[in-house]
């Protein structure tokens, strides 16, 4: 199984970035994916949630209506489109990858938001 995530890097608050995270190694159109996020000192917290087709998406109240999950199950690509970004987004956002027992990880990509 295998990640690779892209897309973090450093924004002004107000601006947008887009999360991409390629997975390899396991049947992406089965699996359920999420991205989460962990702050400095605090715990990982869930942002989004995606079902395997698609067609079920939920959100953190603290993104909703800024952030949109997506996926192509075609590339085995789940994406989080991150708009009006704020100071207290910035984190390392993890990809995961869950059924059943089965729960896979990515690497982390950072991202920050400051002036």
């Known amino acids: 199984v295998q990640f690779v995530e892209s897309g973090g890097g450093l924004v002004q608050p107000g601006g947008s970035l887009r999360l991409s995270c390629a997975a390899s190694?396991?049947?992406?159109?089965?699996?359920?994916m999420r991205w989460y996020r962990q702050a400095p000192e605090k715990e990982r917290e869930l942002v989004a949630f995606?079902?395997?087709?698609?067609?079920?998406?939920n959100y953190a109240d603290s993104v909703k209506g800024r952030f949109t999950i997506s996926r192509d199950n075609a590339k085995s690509t789940v994406y989080l489109q991150m708009n009006s970004l704020k100071p207290e987004d910035t984190a390392v956002y993890y990809c995961?990858?869950?059924?059943?027992?089965?729960?896979?990880w990515g690497q982390g990509t950072q991202v920050t938001v400051s002036s």
């Open positions: 995606i079902s395997s087709a698609g067609g079920t998406t």
């Open positions: 190694g396991f049947t992406f159109s089965s699996y359920n």
């Open positions: 995961n990858a869950r059924r059943g027992v089965y729960n896979y």
